[in-house]
């Protein structure tokens, strides 16, 4: 798309604004409100925060230095969309030719690519993790079969209560450690449902004896749609 940029002067020498003035028809349609009729003349109105970003200097830089400039990616929030500008000076004349082109898909897809790239950094990371844990917890978890199975006579109900609670610990670690690998192994384009619920009772069993040896007394509620489990 091209567009002429006349300056509009606070003062001489200090722009205030440029008026836009479309040069083909995709200037005229990414400009226009209706065809034939442009939606916002003024540079500012268009991208409001042109003067902030300092985007509307380097235009006015542009016309007093007579250098071309060029500028990639540019945000417009009003717009919700990335552009490429290219400025240069029209010869003798007080004012701009900019060349300007969305490369919203562009910037999108480089968002994309990097999410994506952190996701299987993640994975890698996730799956090491697994592989270093699960030892040593089957290591625990076989340790305490044998102590119940040999002491299984002599245990009193508070240290039933004991293997009892590290047998879940040990699952719930366990769970754990499968959910990392299938992290590690998984398309991370793919969801599931999960139970937001469980996860929440999970880590309060975690927490529960170290808060009940402070006094706290915590109770979870959750309350969700059958969609959220």
């Known amino acids: 798309a091209i567009v002429e940029l006349q300056p509009e002067y606070a003062s001489p020498g200090q722009v205030e604004d440029f008026r836009m003035e479309p040069y083909n028809r995709i200037a005229l349609q990414l400009l226009a409100e209706n065809p034939g009729k442009i939606k916002t003349p ?3 109105d ?3 925060e042109a003067d902030q970003e300092g985007f509307l200097g380097l235009l006015a830089e542009v016309l007093t230095t007579n250098e071309s400039k060029t500028v990639d990616p540019v945000f417009i929030a009003s717009q919700k969309r990335y552009f490429r500008f290219s400025a240069t000076k ?3 004349r007080d004012s701009l030719m900019v060349f300007f082109n969305d490369v919203t898909d562009r ?3 480089k968002v994309q690519s990097l999410a994506q790239a952190n996701l ?3 994975g890698q990371l996730a799956g090491g993790i697994a592989h270093e844990i699960n030892t040593p917890l089957q290591v625990i978890d076989g340790i305490m ?3 119940r199975r ?3 006579d002599h245990l009193t109900d ?3 209560d004991s293997f009892e609670t590290v047998k879940q610990t040990v699952r719930r670690v366990s769970r754990i450690v499968y959910n990392l690998r299938q992290l590690a192994r998984s398309d991370s384009s793919q969801g599931a449902p999960i139970d937001l619920g469980a996860i929440l009772e999970d880590v309060y069993s975690v927490f529960e004896e170290r808060l009940s040896l402070r006094g706290v007394d915590l109770e979870i509620r959750v309350e969700l749609e059958p969609t959220f489990r």
Do not use: C, H
Request: glycine residues 4%; positive net charge; aromatic residues 12%.
């Open 90 to 92: 029209i010869s003798g």
């Open 158 to 160: 508070a240290d039933k």
């Open 46 to 48: 268009y991208y409001p």
């Open 42 to 44: 003024r540079l500012l």
């Open 145 to 147: 079969r044998r102590l």
């Open 150 to 152: 040999r002491f299984t």
């Open 120 to 122: 299987v950094s993640l």
């Open 107 to 109: 910037e999108n897809m």
